[in-house]
């Protein structure tokens, strides 16, 4: 594929003392008969600090998404007993001790908004580490291309089949693996409704043939999905797709860690062997041999040499395969490494490298994400455990008595949103106005209920005042809601 640099495109800083007819060894050249090897992206296999903690977080990611529908919370009788779950017959989005109802949407919002500045905070430290190690779709393509190379091979060896006319044995082998491909769509898309129904009811439904044309339709739906971008997209979804590449390049940090080639050392590129005869004579020559393993370990096809990338995601692999080549070579490793733009450009000039993790726009952000992570803590803490919501009567607003007062009609819309039932008393904090409810009083809410109660207010002629109804259970206010008290004008 053709990588798109940024506007920061790398100049190779010329070298006098290296030879100008150094030889460069470039990539074995693919075999002509299939013109779809001259576009596919094969990415080799490498071992390093940055492959295990990739592996790390693939395990840890699909543990969570695969276990956690399983994960019990006791919230009382009549209660989902799952610790998160989305009930779309209820309107409820339960998270352990939390529950979320419809007319709290901005508590999502408020989680959408922290999310975007973790990952703002994520991009000026490190770029778009998100991306390489615990992005969906990163997961999933690691998976897939696992499978891959244990039942088709490595690097070398696919390509050399993909170059070679199909046989039994191989046909064998690209059935297992789309036939292993398919059942883990086919877990994934099951693994996501369980997140909207009770895992273990819905897995036996599942199994009987009991459940919904719906849930069976949207397993199919996410499956497909998860089988064509996560087996056969892959890097087209990194590079094209999501719109997160364009929004990090706006946002990029020249002293953010990416991953980065360090120019000024590996230039001019020349085989092992002729840089250690320049060595050896005293002359400078470049570590970068041109082996071409950055680029045959990338998951997204690009050469880290040329550049900052904007479809690099920062995954680490060329680092580990550099790594290893330099250690082979007794050289220095970092070659390749995680490094801010601005000390590749001080690394030129030969001045010393300077880190700031901790700078006025990472503190910045960093207290952004603290206090909003807080206050919304906080908030859903102390989130109320009801509501009371006041409909005042329009026609008419008002009504004179024969003796001359005024009166007021309400209805009062009350819900209990706890797992217990409630018996609400009504009161009203004004000692001037008097309240009639149609109704006993108190009030009795079950759990998770919505009352509506008829209410009378009475005063004297001419007041045009607030007025402001106060539930109690027992001697404690619960909840209280404010409206106005109408009357015509003396």
Request: charged share 20%; hydrophobic share 45%.
């Amino acid at each position: 594929m053709v990588a798109l640099d940024i506007s920061h495109a790398r100049r190779r800083p010329p070298t006098a003392s290296a030879p100008e007819t150094a030889e460069r060894r470039q990539p074995a050249p693919l075999k002509p008969q299939s013109r779809r090897l001259d576009t596919l992206v094969v990415p080799q296999s490498v071992k390093g600090r940055f492959r295990r903690l990739k592996w790390l977080a693939l395990t840890f990611c699909l543990a969570v998404y695969g276990l956690l529908p399983f994960l019990r919370w006791n919230r009382g009788v009549g209660e989902p007993g799952q610790a998160v779950l989305l009930d779309v017959e209820k309107g409820r989005l339960y998270a352990f001790s939390i529950e979320i109802w419809p007319q709290e949407f901005y508590y999502l919002t408020g989680l959408l908004i922290l999310a975007s500045l973790v990952l703002i905070l994520l991009n000026a430290l490190a770029g778009r580490v998100w991306c390489g190690f615990l992005c969906p779709q990163t997961v999933w393509t690691d998976l897939f291309m696992a499978i891959e190379r244990g039942i088709e091979g490595d690097r070398r060896e696919r390509l050399r089949k993909l170059g070679s006319p199909m046989s039994l044995r191989r046909a064998a082998g690209i059935a297992l693996k789309h036939a292993i491909w398919l059942a883990i769509a086919l877990w994934t898309g099951t693994g996501l409704i369980l997140y909207f129904a009770d895992a273990f009811e819905t897995l036996r439904a599942l199994a009987t043939g009991a459940a919904s044309s719906v849930a069976y339709a949207w397993i199919g739906i996410i499956a497909a999905l998860t089988y064509t971008l996560a087996g056969f997209a892959r890097e087209q979804v990194c590079t094209w797709m999501c719109p997160w590449p364009r929004l990090q390049g706006a946002i990029w940090d020249p002293e953010a860690l990416t991953v980065n080639y360090r120019d000024y050392r590996g230039e001019q590129r020349i085989s092992a062997k002729k840089a250690e005869e320049l060595r050896r004579s005293g002359q400078p020559a470049g570590d970068c041999v041109d082996c071409f393993q950055c680029v045959a370990v990338c998951p997204i096809g690009i050469d880290i040499r040329e550049g900052p990338n904007f479809a690099c995601i920062n995954c680490g692999l060329c680092v580990d395969a550099c790594d290893s080549v330099m250690t082979k070579l007794n050289r220095p490793p970092g070659l390749i490494a995680y490094e801010s733009w601005t000390n590749i450009e001080r690394g030129r000039a030969g001045q010393p490298p300077l880190r700031r993790m901790l700078r006025p726009k990472t503190l910045a952000l960093l207290a952004l994400v603290t206090v909003f992570a807080c206050g919304l803590g906080i908030a859903l803490q102390n989130r109320s455990t009801g509501s009371i919501t006041v409909l005042h009567d329009r026609n008419p607003m008002w009504t004179t008595l024969a003796s001359g007062k005024i009166r007021n009609g309400y209805t009062l819309r009350i819900t209990n949103k706890t797992g217990l039932p409630q018996s609400l008393t009504l009161v009203l904090q004004e000692s001037d106005l008097t309240l009639t409810l149609l109704g006993p009083n108190p009030v009795p809410v079950e759990p998770g209920a919505t009352v509506d109660v008829r209410a009378m207010v009475t005063g004297d002629a001419g007041q045009a005042t607030s007025v402001t109804f106060e539930a109690r259970e027992g001697d404690r206010a619960a909840l209280a809601a404010k409206d106005r008290f109408a009357s015509p004008p003396k």
